[in-house]
Nanobody, 123 residues
Framework: QVQPVESGGGLVQAGGSLRLSCAVS????????MGWFRQAPGKEREFVGS???????SYADSVKGRFTISRDNAKSTVYLQMSSLLPEETGIYYC?????????????????WGQGTQVTVSS
């Protein structure tokens, strides 16, 4: 299976925390960067953060200090730990596998998208 599979979405109150998981094919962990994007209702999909093959992590300015990306190679899983969530962060969160060992915010670098998981932050 090449398409990543997200899980862990749900309903959380503003200020709360949620951890998303993304199961990926083991072969991608050694060759590709992974990332998270999100799409709020009525808006375009936007970059949240990414982790390169070597482990370098980058975040969108809007989530720095609140969100943490990590990777567990033994479980072939990438995580997005979210804290201090805001209502405007409601949306569908997508896991992405890059064509390269670096992803960044450029969606054109994405080779495979997950189906997305819904995150709803209530005020």
């Amino acid at each position: 299976q090449v398409q990543p599979v997200e899980s862990g979405g749900g309903l959380v109150q503003a200020g709360g925390s949620l951890r998303l998981s993304c199961a990926v094919s083991e072969r991608f962990l050694n060759t590709s960067a992974m990332g998270w994007f999100r799409q709020a209702p009525g808006k375009e999909r936007e970059f949240v953060g990414s982790i390169s093959r070597s482990g370098f992590i980058s975040y969108a300015d809007s989530v720095k200090g609140r969100f943490t990306i990590s990777r567990d190679n033994a479980k072939s899983t990438v995580y997005l730990q979210m804290s201090s969530l805001l209502p405007e962060e409601t949306g569908i969160y997508y896991c992405a596998v890059s064509m390269y060992n670096w992803l960044g915010s450029n969606q054109a670098n994405v080779a495979y998208w997950g189906q997305g998981t819904q995150v709803t932050v209530s005020s």
